[in-house]
Each structure stands twice: as C-alpha cells, then as structure tokens.
C-alpha cells in the first residue's frame, strides 16, 4: 500500500514554532476532550476527513492532530500562503495551496497524492467551506477527499469537533471570541473506513458521490456521539437549499411591474405581490 512502509513525517521548525505560539493560548482559554486518538496510523500515510463549524476549528483540530504526534497537511486557499507571517508559517509547515476555479486546481489533488505517499498525513474538509446546516451538522461534501482515498488506498480516519463552534459560531455579523463560560474543545476520532469494496471499480461520478457519503456518514456518527443526539436523517445541501430560494424567489420576480400589469389585463386580483413577499420573508432552510 503507498505510504505504509515505515516513513512518517517529521515536526519541523516551523511546526513548532506555530505549536510554541498557539498551545499556550488555547489551553489557556479552553479546555480539552480529546478522545480517538488511538485510531490515528503511527506510520505511513493517510487522510483525515473533518466537519467544519467555525473559523476556528483548525486551530483546534491542528492541537489534536499535533498532540497525537501525526502533524496534518491541510488543504488551504492559496490567499493564506501571500505574505505575512501567516503566509511564511503556511509555507514552512507544509499545508497546500488550493488554487479554486483555476487550471492550477489540480495541483492541489497531486500535492495531496504525493504527501501520502511519501507517509504524511493530508486533512480535508469535505464539506469545502463553513457548514451552512442550521443545527451545525455536516453538510454534503464534495468528491476531492474520495478521489485521493481511492488512488492511494490510504487509511481513512474520519475526525468530528464540537466547541469551537461555541466560542466563534460561524457567519456570527461579529466574529469576537465568546470565551466566558470557559468552552471546551471536543475532537473525536473514530476507526479507519473500510472502502476496499470501491478500490478496483472506475472512479465515475457517481462512485465518488457515494464514497463521499460514507465518509460524511463516518464524520456525522462521530458528531452525533459528542453531541449525544441523533443526526437529521437528511444531510443539509446547499445546492438543493439555493434551489429552493430561487423558486420562492420566481413568484415575486414576476409580480413586478411587467407582472402586474398581466395581471390587470387579464384582470386577475392583485394578491399575488402579498403572498409572494409572505413567502420570501419565511425562514430558508
């Protein structure tokens, strides 16, 4: 298997020095569940694959990661790599550069491909941005994950966080930390997914989709075990949410002034502009 013969990755400079500067706070300010940790590979490569609830979170998922000794390469958009101190961390640390909607975009796939093979651990979130899912679920994700899994038949370790969320909840209009109470920082890993059923069969789409599935199904159980509730039986999607806005959108767009003089002429009522603003000022999913 590529990435299982021994090599592991080791904490560089630059590794410990983003560790020198952010350990300290974040035991500071948080507390800690970390829980299994046993289920990450001590040698070799492998993928991580983790839900995405706030800006934050890498910061916390990055503490775990470290401390199991497996130092992450996460996949990141390439505007955190110019300049700065931030950008130099991002470049000695390794993490790579997603270059979105460009011809440069597949480059990020074969950097994922070539760390695991050379026995690094790659971490991505699938979901692609902030979970847009009301009650803070996992969103549908997107195939990149499943395509490097597949390649390189590496170990996959689905990885779920709580807490963080509650600290600097996403999309908040002000993004201040809520620090009081004292929030604690929950990562929990669960065993390596089994997807040798799907390893000699064509990638198509559809494949992708559903190896996608079963590692958002993964990440999701290891989610709804911190929580302590069940998960909705329908993952949030946000291209079917976006539909649905456009058709609740369709009915007012057409009772502008073209549609109500329509609606004059063929002497229709003049209801339609109500319910249309009815239905948009409703609650989207």
């Known amino acids: 298997m590529p990435g299982s013969d021994g090599k592991r990755r080791k904490i560089g400079f630059w590794y410990r020095l983003a560790a020198f500067l952010a350990k300290p706070p974040l035991i500071l300010l948080?507390?800690?569940?970390?829980?299994?940790?046993?289920?990450?590979?001590?040698?070799?490569?492998?993928?991580?694959v983790v839900n995405h609830n706030s800006y934050l979170d890498p910061l916390s998922y990055a503490h775990y990661q470290y401390n199991t000794g497996r130092v992450p390469r996460f996949l990141a958009k390439v505007g955190l790599f110019k300049g700065g101190f931030v950008g130099a961390v991002m470049r000695g640390t390794g993490q790579i550069p997603v270059y979105r909607e460009s011809t440069d975009a597949i480059g990020a796939f074969r950097a994922a491909v070539e760390a695991i093979e050379k026995g690094e651990c790659v971490a991505f979130y699938p979901e692609g941005t902030l979970t847009r899912d009301p009650q803070m679920?996992?969103?549908t994700g997107k195939t990149g994950a499943a395509r490097v899994a597949l390649l390189t038949k590496a170990p996959v370790i689905p990885v779920a966080q709580w807490g963080a969320n509650l600290a600097m909840p996403p999309y908040a209009k002000e993004k201040k930390l809520r620090l009081f109470p004292?929030?604690?920082?929950?990562?929990?890993a669960g065993p390596p997914l089994d997807l040798s059923a799907y390893y000699d069969k064509e990638p198509t789409a559809e494949l992708l989709r559903e190896v996608t599935d079963v590692m958002m199904d993964a990440v999701t159980e290891q989610l709804a075990a911190i929580r302590g509730e069940p998960a909705p039986a329908e993952r949030f999607d946000m291209r079917k949410a976006a539909a649905k806005r456009r058709r609740e959108r369709a009915p007012r767009e057409r009772t502008g002034p073209a549609g109500e003089e329509q609606q004059h002429q063929r002497g229709e009522p003049e209801a339609a502009p109500a319910a249309a603003e009815a239905a948009e000022g409703?609650?989207?999913a």
């Open 182 to 188: 004292r929030k604690t920082l929950t990562v929990q």
């Open 282 to 284: 409703e609650k989207n």
């Open 137 to 139: 679920w996992p969103m």
């Open 30 to 48: 948080f507390k800690r569940d970390w829980r299994g940790m046993e289920h990450m590979p001590r040698e070799g490569g492998f993928l991580t």
